[in-house]
């Protein structure tokens, strides 16, 4: 692919609002740690169900996500992304009326369902506008979406939960989502664009996917971004708790700090971008962000340690970390077959997020229940970090190859 992006300026109001509306979705990951002890309370959850109310949200995308890509290349990437949003903005009324375990995890799976469509379709509607050479910095600024929503959230929540309740966060959050559906709908709607090439096929879709399969870039993209989605929802899903039970600390405050904490990986997205527009090649950052994410874990889940040394552990933890979505989420326009399929292959690397997200937290937990102690868990990360350092030197040899084509 020649240029992967507009030839015409870059239109920064609408990137920002496409940025708005994958903040808007992050949302409904980030409301979820702040009030899982309460959670466990009200609704009789153990560490291992608890764990699958973080994961549950992850599951179809863990099986779907080229689909998805596939059915947005073909169906129009803007109409998923409203779709997405409905399903969103209905799903999360649906469980603020969870009396048990069940309802909960269902609507947190079909919210799943909306997330995954946003944002395996928003990549895609953002080449439309954005000129080609300021791509890398608009997928760094894409690519702090998550942190951003979750950690605006999870400072949001305490003072949502004090008024509300969860039970009213979870419906106030369905009004925010409507009205980014709403105000998304009006904005881009010139934008609507043509359908794929030719009709919608099964045989055309499975094709699709194969192609991008069959193209290693895409592919080791989806592995790493599996190892950083297997330890960031760990550590983000379980910090709160960790800082509640482990340290003594209040409901808000460890909403707070953890927020904050969460709230490194933007800047580190940013720089991400930053690095890539400077010339840094994106395996040197992958490696990078995951050996010191596997180092991080050990002072994150250590209870022999200082709080102030343990919470500056999941600080740079973030921070660092931040930068590896920044180099992945470009690589998969970067890596793409060709252009149409840059949502296909978009989808195939949120596949290989979603799993590592998916697994992440009820490993850990079943993990942790099993040995009756955190210890554990680090020494689970580093392993998985240290996955993601190999895939990464896989990553460097394979685009060795592709510059001296």
């Not at 603020?96 to 509607?125: C, D, M, N, Q």
């Not at 959050?173 to 998304?184: C, G, I, T, Y």
């Not at 995951?290 to 874990?297: E, F, H, L, Q």
Request: glycine share 14%; net charge positive.
């Amino acid at each position: 692919m020649k240029h992967l992006g507009s030839e015409t300026r870059t239109q920064w109001g609408r990137l920002f609002l496409l940025v708005g509306v994958g903040v808007a979705a992050a949302f409904q990951i980030g409301k979820a740690p702040p009030v899982l002890p309460l959670l466990r309370t009200e609704l009789g959850l153990t560490l291992f169900l608890a764990g699958w109310v973080l994961s549950a949200f992850n599951i179809l995308g863990a099986f779907v996500a080229p689909v998805a890509g596939s059915i947005s290349d073909w169906l129009g990437h803007r109409r998923l992304i409203l779709f997405g949003l409905g399903c969103m903005a209905l799903s999360s009324p649906a469980g603020s009326f969870a009396l048990g375990p069940s309802l909960l995890l269902e609507t947190r799976f079909f919210e799943g369902l909306g997330y995954i469509f946003i944002i395996v379709s928003v990549p895609s509607l953002m080449i439309k506008v954005v000129h080609y050479r300021d791509i890398r910095v608009a997928f760094g600024v894409w690519g702090s979406f998550m942190p951003a929503g979750g950690a605006m959230m999870m400072l949001l929540a305490p003072i949502l939960t004090a008024g509300f309740g969860w039970r009213g966060m979870w419906r106030i959050n369905a009004a925010l989502l409507f009205a980014f559906m709403l105000w998304l709908a009006w904005t881009t709607r010139d934008l609507t664009g043509r359908r794929g090439r030719g009709g919608f096929s099964f045989q055309k879709l499975l094709k699709d996917i194969w192609l991008t399969l069959k193209t290693p870039g895409p592919v080791l993209l989806a592995l790493c971004f599996g190892s950083y989605g297997f330890q960031f929802l760990v550590v983000m899903g379980f910090l709160p708790t960790l800082l509640i039970e482990g340290q003594g600390l209040k409901q808000g405050l460890s909403a707070v700090l953890s927020a904050i904490a969460l709230a490194f990986s933007v800047p580190g997205n940013l720089l991400g971008g930053w690095l890539l527009q400077r010339g840094v090649k994106r395996w040197i950052l992958i490696a990078a962000a995951s050996a010191t994410m596997g180092v991080c874990a050990f002072g994150i889940f250590s209870g022999s340690i200082h709080l102030v040394f343990r919470y500056m552990a999941g600080v740079v933890f973030m921070g660092v970390g931040g930068i590896l979505p920044a180099a992945v989420i470009h690589g998969a326009v970067a890596l793409a077959p060709s252009r149409e399929l840059v949502a296909t292959s978009n989808g195939i690397l949120m596949q290989g997020a979603q799993i590592g997200l998916l697994v992440g937290p009820p490993l850990v937990a079943a993990a942790v229940s099993r040995k009756g102690t955190w210890q554990i868990a680090p020494w689970v990360l580093a392993l998985v970090a240290l996955v993601g350092v190999g895939l990464s030197v896989a990553l460097r040899s394979l685009e060795k190859q592709r510059d001296m084509r």
